[in-house]
C-alpha cells in the first residue's frame, strides 16, 4: 500500500513537471536541477554559475531547503531574481514547488533558470520538476562508492561535477574508481573535476552550460 | 492530502517501532540508530565502535543502504553479525524494515544493536525504528550551516558526532558555530569532535555508549 502512494505521488508530480516544461519552453528559458549531499558545494557552484554567466545570460534562481534563506541571501547579493522555497519536511523540491515560485519571476526577461535542490543524494532524483538537465555534485570528502549506494541520482543526471577537489591529497578518493562506477549506471554521464573553492576546472561546466542553453534557445525578442 | 498520506505512513511507522522497542525491552538490547549525510564516515564509526566495544558486549548490526552490500561485508569481516536491508528507492530505513531483520539475529545473545541508517540528513529523522537513541554524524567538509538548514535531525538526536577533523585545516567549518547552531535546536545535544581516520576523540563517544548500555541493561542470564 505504501508503494501505491508513493507511485501516486510520482504520477501527480510529473503531470505538474510536463505543464512546467511547456511554460519553460514558451518562455524559452533554459532550466537545470543541481542536486548533491548536503554540503556538496551546490550553493557556491551557483555562486560562480552566476558570476560566469550573468552577462551573457539572464539568470533566475530558486534554492530548496528545510528552512532557512542563508541560500537565497547569498544569490540575491548578486542582483540576480532569487526565491527561496522551504519545503517544511520535505526532502526535495517538486514540481508544484517550482510552479508556485514561478510567479515571482518576470519569466519573459528570463534565459536561465538555476534550481537548486535540497541537499539529498536520494529523493531529489526521483522528482522531475520539468528541468531541461539534472546535474550533481559529488563532493571528494563523501567517498568514491557513492554511485554504487545511490544509483538513481547517477542514472538520472546529465552531468556530475566532482567537487572539491583541493581535497584530494587529504582524503582517500579515487578519482577514477567514482568515474567508472558511475559511467557503468550511466554511460552518457559528463563528467567534471573541479575546485569551487580555488576555481579549478569550472572553465568546463560553464561552457558546457553556455552550450546546453546556446542549443536550446531561439533568438528571444 | 498529501500532507495526509505523510502522517498515515508516520502513524503506521511509530505503531511497528513501539512493537519493535517492546522487543529490544524484552531481550535488554540497547539500539542506537545512526544517521548522518553520505559519505560522512557512519560505517568508518561503526568499524571503530565495534573494535572498541566487542570484547564487552555482543554486538550486531544492521546497515541500510538504497541498495548494494558493500558497508555490510565490511563489518562482517569483523566477525560480527550483520543484516543488510536494501531499501530500494526508500531514503530511510522504517520500522517494518527493522522487524524484518530481526529474525536473523540471535536476539538473546545480543546486547548492542547498532542500525545504521541510509546516508540522508531529511527523512531518516522522521521515521523511529525503535531505538533508545539516535546518533548523528556531522562531518566537517559539510560546513557549519547544516544544523539550521536541517533542524530535524539535530532535534532528534541525542548526540552529535563532528567527524573528519583532520580535514579542518583543509576546509572552512568553524566548529564553534556548528556547536552552538546545534544547541540552539536542542540544548541537550551531546557533541563530540572525533577523526574516524586517526582516531582522535573517539574514546568520549566508546564511554559515552557504554555509559548509556550499562544504565539500560540489567544482568543478563
Known amino acids: 500500500m505504501k508503494i501505491n502512494v508513493v507511485k501516486n505521488v510520482l504520477d501527480a508530480n510529473n503531470r505538474i513537471a510536463r ?9 524559452k528559458i533554459y532550466v ?11 550553493t557556491t557552484l551557483v555562486e560562480k554559475t552566476i ?5 551573457t545570460y539572464r539568470i533566475a534562481v530558486i534554492e530548496g531547503d528545510i528552512q532557512d534563506t542563508c541560500d537565497a541571501e547569498r544569490v540575491a547579493k ?3 531574481p532569487v526565491v527561496q ?5 520535505a526532502c526535495h ?6 510552479r508556485e515560485s514561478l510567479a515571482s519571476f518576470n519569466l519573459d526577461e528570463t534565459d536561465f533558470l538555476i534550481i537548486e535542490n535540497v541537499g539529498n543524494l536520494v529523493c531529489p532524483a526521483e522528482f522531475n520538476v520539468g528541468e531541461n538537465a539534472k546535474a550533481m555534485l559529488l563532493s571528494v570528502p563523501e567517498g568514491a562508492d557513492k554511485p554504487s549506494k ?19 591529497p587529504y582524503v582517500d578518493f579515487d578519482v577514477a574508481r567514482a568515474k ?4 557503468v549506471i550511466n554511460p552518457d554521464l559528463t563528467i567534471y573535476e573541479v575546485s569551487c573553492k580555488t576555481g579549478d576546472g569550472l572553465t568546463s561546466w560553464f561552457e558546457w552550460l553556455a552550450g546546453q542553453i546556446e542549443s536550446f534557445r531561439q533568438p528571444k525578442k
Request: charged share 25%; glycine share 8%; proline share 3%.
Open 32 to 42: 537545470i536541477n543541481l542536486m548533491s549531499s548536503p554540503g556538496a558545494g551546490k
Open 180 to 183: 567508472k562506477s558511475a559511467r
Open 150 to 168: 545511490y544509483p538513481l541520482i547517477f542514472h538520472e543526471s546529465s552531468v556530475m561535477i566532482i567537487n572539491k577537489t583541493d581535497l584530494l
Open 78 to 80: 548578486l542582483g540576480i
Open 19 to 27: 505543464d512546467n516544461r511547456e511554460l519553460f519552453d514558451a518562455k
Open 93 to 98: 523540491i517538486d514540481s508544484t514547488m517550482v
Open 85 to 89: 522555497i522551504n519545503t517544511g519536511g
Open 51 to 55: 558570476l560566469a554567466l550573468k552577462d
